[in-house]
């Protein structure tokens, strides 16, 4: 993940704090398993959908694109569009959002009353009006894990949240980066610990297969330590990067990069994933269009489309 995304995804956690039910047995990697679906994150397009959102789903739904996944909500807004707006939307190009990502901070906690603030339930209830399966936090910010028990503490707010989700047939889930992996607490990887202190029947983990590399952690040994917790993942391959941005590599065309993108998607799929979230936020001097073309084809090869 790059610098720029990082970015993104803390105005948008600012922003955020200025401003038809499923069973729940869907979410149970035990029961029948969901049928596999392929969705893009419109971050990848972030200045297409800032410039022309109709414009950019149209395109992308031509492609052959028939799943979306925001990043973007602001004033109970989804790309400057109301849920029900953006619901027609989508519905009028054949397009649907399973999933989208929102920061779950600090602020969305009221300590003194126990609950979720008003902004935070709005989020949910709009996120319930999409149809959305998975309401996503893509970022922890650090003063939440600087101490142990500080973790500890927003991760049983993690659980609350999946407890809200659930009761409109949704699902909380947490996107992982690069941090995760390598720091520690107590003694004990940080993801190890977010793991083992969620609820999988309420909180779920969007594995981001490209975001872990940068910290020397392998998707495919993940996978098989927590079977079954990866309802989600964000389908990514990465190079080395030389630019000034950046953790030492960017994200590719799938692939063309070094993580063996299709061993850990089939891996995962045999493990329970039935949602694949294409991911590609650097592009080598193409268009973001272009390569999210060039990666639907390369799943379509894959036979997940």
């Known amino acids: 993940m790059n610098t720029s995304r990082r970015d993104f995804i803390k105005k948008s956690a600012v922003a955020m704090a200025g401003t038809s039910v499923l069973s729940s047995s869907l979410f ?28 950019t789903l149209t395109q992308l739904a031509e492609m052959g694109y028939k799943h979306v996944e925001h990043a973007n909500y602001e004033d109970r807004k989804f790309y400057g569009y109301s849920a029900s707006e953006f619901k027609k939307v989508l519905d009028d190009l054949g397009l649907d959002m399973p999933s989208g990502h929102t920061v779950l901070g600090k602020n969305h906690w009221d300590a003194t009353t126990n609950d979720f603030t008003d902004e935070w339930k ?3 209830e709009d996120a319930g009006t999409m149809g959305q399966k998975f ?58 610990l977010m793991l083992k202190n969620t609820d999988p029947d ?10 872990m590399y940068i910290a020397g952690a392998k998707a495919k040994d993940i996978v098989l330590k927590y079977p079954g917790r990866f309802e989600t993942i964000h389908v990514k391959d990465m190079i080395e990067s030389h630019s000034d941005e950046g953790e030492g590599f960017e994200s590719t065309i799938l692939g063309a990069g070094l993580i063996g993108s299709q061993e850990v998607t089939d891996m995962s ?22 390569c999210m073309s060039e990666d639907l084809e390369v799943m379509n090869n894959w036979g997940y489309v």
Not at 28 to 55: H, W, Y
């Open 28 to 55: 149970s990697c035990s029961n029948a398993k969901a049928k596999e679906i392929v969705a893009v994150q419109l971050f990848c397009v972030r200045e297409d959908m800032t410039n022309d959102p109709l414009g």
């Open 269 to 290: 799929k045999e493990q329970g994933t039935w949602l694949f979230v294409i991911e590609q936020e650097s592009y080598q001097g193409k268009t973001p269009l272009d």
């Open 135 to 192: 309401v996503v936090s893509p970022w922890l910010d650090e003063s939440i894990w600087a101490t142990y028990d500080g973790l500890m503490g927003f991760l049983e707010v993690f659980n609350k949240c999946g407890a809200l989700c659930q009761q409109s047939g949704m699902k909380f889930g947490y996107h992982n980066h690069a941090f995760e992996f390598s720091e520690k607490l107590n003694g004990e990887v940080m993801f190890d």
């Open 122 to 124: 709005y989020l949910v």
């Open 202 to 211: 309420k909180v779920g983990i969007q594995l981001d297969i490209g975001n």
